[in-house]
Each structure stands twice: as C-alpha cells, then as structure tokens.
C-alpha cells in the first residue's frame, strides 16, 4: 500500500508556473505508475499526465501537451508536474494516483491523494 501527498499548489496569474509534487509512502515507489489528474467545479476529474514506473514513458492529455512536464524521483519517492504557461481554464483540485500496474490515461488507479488547489487568474 502507498500513501500519496500532494503540494505546491496555489494562485498564479496567467502565463506563470507552478510545479506540484506528490509524495509516496514506501519503500517500493518504483514499482507504481502515476498519473495526474484535475477536477474543476462542476466537472468530471479528467486526466492530465502520466508516467511509467521507472520514468521511461510519459503521457498528457492534449490540453496541456507542451506546457506540463511529469517526471519522478524515485529515490526521493516523488513525482513532479511542472505547470507553465498557465491559463485560467487550467484551474482545478490536482490529484495524483498511483498503481501497482501498467501507467493508464484514465481513473482506474488505486490509490489516490487528498490534492491540490491550482487557481490561475487572468
């Protein structure tokens, strides 16, 4: 089992950054993919950006291609997104998740931090 912690979020003006870390629990980080994902007020949680256990493969969503970066750390236990360019419509409670399989563009993960606010102001 893994606990997940996210931070760095906050209020940033529009065409600024942010980057966002998620935290594991464990020792056996390196064994979970994780994936990124956003929910807006009123909307469904979408998914933002994914990686593969060892880092070797990434994913985005086409909105946010070429503006967000996932990467990890696994000797730190932690997976970064780094957010530039921001836009208003980027704004949303960020969530990271992590399981045990194969990295997935969708919400089939199982385990799931508390997230993080991210508000872009135009």
């Known amino acids: 089992q893994v606990q997940l912690v996210e931070s760095g979020g906050g209020l940033v003006q529009a065409g600024g950054s942010l980057r966002l870390s998620c935290a594991a629990s464990?020792?056996?980080?390196?064994?979970?993919?994780v994936g990124w994902f956003r929910q807006a007020p009123g909307k469904e949680r979408e998914f933002v950006a994914a990686?593969?256990?060892?880092?070797?493969?990434?994913y985005y969503a086409d909105s946010v291609k070429g503006r967000f970066t996932i990467s990890r750390d696994n000797a730190k236990n932690t997976v970064y997104l780094q957010m530039n360019s921001l836009k208003p419509e980027d704004t949303a409670v960020y969530y990271c998740?992590?399981?045990?399989?194969?990295?997935?563009?969708?919400?089939?993960?199982?385990?799931w931090g508390q997230g993080t606010q991210v508000t872009v102001s135009s």
């Open positions: 998740a992590a399981d045990r399989g194969v990295v997935k563009t969708y919400d089939e993960y199982d385990y």
């Open positions: 464990g020792r056996t980080f390196s064994s979970y993919a």
């Open positions: 990686i593969s256990r060892r880092g070797g493969s990434t």
